[in-house]
């Protein structure tokens, strides 16, 4: 048996209803006209009948043997039934007659056009079968001239039949390229299929990874218990953009000095996890096992481990690193106010907040920047730790003595660089300021609370562009 191709199955699929329907017609509809005979030639019409009974009869069997007969063959009996039948007719009819069954005859081949679907070669056989019979009928029987033959319909009527070779054809040619279009289109979508759902199982396997990646993550951060046992009153507001963050939070008590810092590494995400999770290891090995205490010295070992995690035969190859806020608190007895506390910047600032703190004296004997009457900013060095910053730069320290009541923020740059509001603009510092000190009569609890709604209404419909991270401590 010969292989097919998709395509001729489905051309197949659609001539078997079309040719269907032929045989209905002409089985049904065929032997009506005789109504059309026994006006037309009313001394015939009997003879006419029993030929279109005839062709009516085979064009049945023909479909109802149409699993055993090629469905082009289907169509043949009856178009080439009835073409033969009004051959016949043709020839015995005089001029009136034959100029009014010119209708019925054109009929027949601007039907076959809209309905029938087969190769060029069928319609060839059918027309050319139907000229021989016609020059065949006319001469054994029609009484009429060659010119009275052309003028009362044979002309039109050969016209119409080409006419309807082309259309047949066109019909078919535009049905088989649609065919193969939507076949072709099908297929695509088929390998699209597939190819989604390799994807989307590669995007779960890798979104597994990620989640066990946030686990270890998560798991390396302070636990909020280690800081309950040394401040009071404390929050840590940490909303990564991803799965897991490029930002983190670090904790360490030792030596009655207890340090908190606020580290945003490069990127987010994947990315920035990584780089973090060499950030809080290094930090572990600086100031819990090395003891190094003083944050300027802290942030000038950090720099130096994180360039040489990415140093690799002396040469520097990548330029990740991190902006940190870090403090150090000298401590008191436990749940009392600490001493005092050093803080040191790599491009994240503190904002330490006392009232009445911000006067030019204070701004000039602690060296911030004075926000309104109860706010001050520390800075730090603008050089961020790795990167291109300097193998053996010396960040810088800030000492300030401790009053009950004092509260302190360090932070990623996250929150104050968020889109939104009406116009769809940056958060900014000064915003961020003026909130902070319009919330200090809250609990640190319920800070966090008005932070984060105010943060979810700032963003609104808008993307979250950073990973968020503010921590505040008040003694």
Known sequence: MMST?????ELRKVATKYHIIACWLAGVLDPLWVLSDMSVVPDRWQE????????????????????HISIEMVAVIPVLGISLQNAYMYGVMDAEAFQKHTFAYVALFIGVGMVVFWKLIYSYVIVGLSIIANIVFLALFSPLTVEEIMVNGGLLTFTVAVFSILLIQTRYRLTKNEI????????????????????EEKNKDITDSINYAKNIQMAVLPNFSEIDE??????????????VSGDFYWFGNKGGKALIAACDCTGHGVPGAFVSMIGNNLLNQIVLEQDHNNTG???????????????????QEAQDGMDMALLSFELGERHTTPKSVQYSGAGNPLYFIRKGIASVENAGKYGFKPFEEDLGEWKGDRTPIGGSTEKDYAFASDSIELQEGDT??????????????????????KRLKKLLLSIQDETMK????????????????????????????RV
């Open 297 to 315: 010295r802290i942030l000038s070992l950090l720099n130096d481990g994180v360039k040489r995690v990415f140093t690799r035969d002396g040469e």
């Open 230 to 243: 040394v401040f009071k009153d404390h929050f840590v507001f940490y909303k990564p953009k991803d799965i």
């Open 180 to 199: 193969i279009s939507r076949l072709a289109l099908a297929e695509s979508n088929k390998l699209l299929e597939q190819q989604k759902e390799i994807i």
């Open 5 to 9: 191709y998709p395509w001729e199955e």
């Open 408 to 429: 302190m923020y360090i932070f990623s740059d996250g929150f104050p660089d968020q889109f939104g509001g009406e116009k769809g603009k940056k958060f900014l510092s």
């Open 48 to 67: 006419f009948f029993v030929i279109r009974l005839v062709v009516a009869a085979l064009s049945l069997l023909g479909l109802a043997f149409r699993k």
């Open 446 to 473: 319920r800070q966090k609370e008005i932070l984060q709604q105010t943060m979810a209404d700032w963003m609104g419909e808008l993307e979250q562009v950073d990973d968020l991270l503010v921590i505040g401590i």
